[in-house]
């Protein structure tokens, strides 16, 4: 194992998965007021519609097929009667689908980030380079998705990248795994990684703003007073009335 391999595939997780937990308890004491999307839609809204849509339905599609295929070992699909054609069957259907859709709204939302006055000069270099890495994790996500696993290349990253991310979360890191997998797959994790990193320090922190408290928040009673006599008024009216 060469330094490098051992960096990206053993240091480098670890310190992008720190900062991923420190950075957001550091934002979370400091910048409560700032832990916002901070939406530009009074900005530019129509082009904002579209790819918002396409690209956050997308990414919730993307984001569990990366827990079906990372952290779901191979194993269990094998003992529930999941054949490695139905799963690639799935993933290529069901995640074309929802990559397509990603990719889409994240070129939508590309566009509209540069192309429209207001929106650029009000963008942080924070909010240029998030976008920068996201379109380039989502695209090289599904060009290896359609390449290797629609081509039936025999590539299996369950085999490589699903027990070497595993071994990173159980503190038992396999760098050996990662070493000769296809370069395509091999950018796709690092800058995944790296997106993890800045996530903390970034707009992304609104994805943990879900309100949640809503749905067991009691509902808020509203009752007319037309048709009722305000008896203070009266009351009020009455001194003024007899001079007191």
Do not use: C
């Amino acid at each position: 194992m060469t330094f490098f391999q051992n960096f990206f595939w053993v240091s480098f997780p670890y310190i992008m998965l720190t900062m991923f937990v420190v950075g957001h308890i550091y934002r979370y004491n400091v910048d409560q007021f700032g832990w916002s999307a901070k939406s530009s839609e009074f900005l530019e809204k129509k082009q904002l519609k579209w790819g918002s849509i396409l690209f956050h339905y997308g990414i919730v599609f993307v984001f569990f097929g990366h827990v079906a295929g990372v952290l779901v070992p191979k194993a269990l699909y094998d003992v529930i009667g999941v054949t490695d054609h139905m799963y690639h069957l799935g993933a290529v259907w069901i995640g074309g689908i929802a990559g397509i859709s990603t990719i889409i709204g994240v070129v939508l939302l590309m566009i509209r980030r540069f192309t429209v006055k207001r929106i650029y000069i009000h963008s942080t270099f924070r909010d240029i380079i998030v976008l920068v890495l996201l379109t380039l994790i989502i695209f090289s996500g599904f060009v290896n998705t359609v390449w290797y696993t629609g081509r039936g290349v025999a590539f299996e990253y369950r085999e490589t990248i699903s027990p070497w991310f595993r071994g990173i979360l159980s503190l038992r890191p396999t760098p050996s795994l990662m070493v000769g997998i296809p370069l395509g797959f091999q950018i796709h994790v690092v800058s995944a990684l790296l997106l993890f990193g800045i996530w903390p320090f970034t707009r992304l922190v609104h994805v943990w703003s879900l309100p949640l408290e809503y749905l067991n928040r009691k509902f808020i009673v509203y009752r007319s007073i037309i048709g009722r006599r305000p008896i203070a008024m009266s009351t009020n009216r009455s001194k003024n009335k007899s001079g007191t």
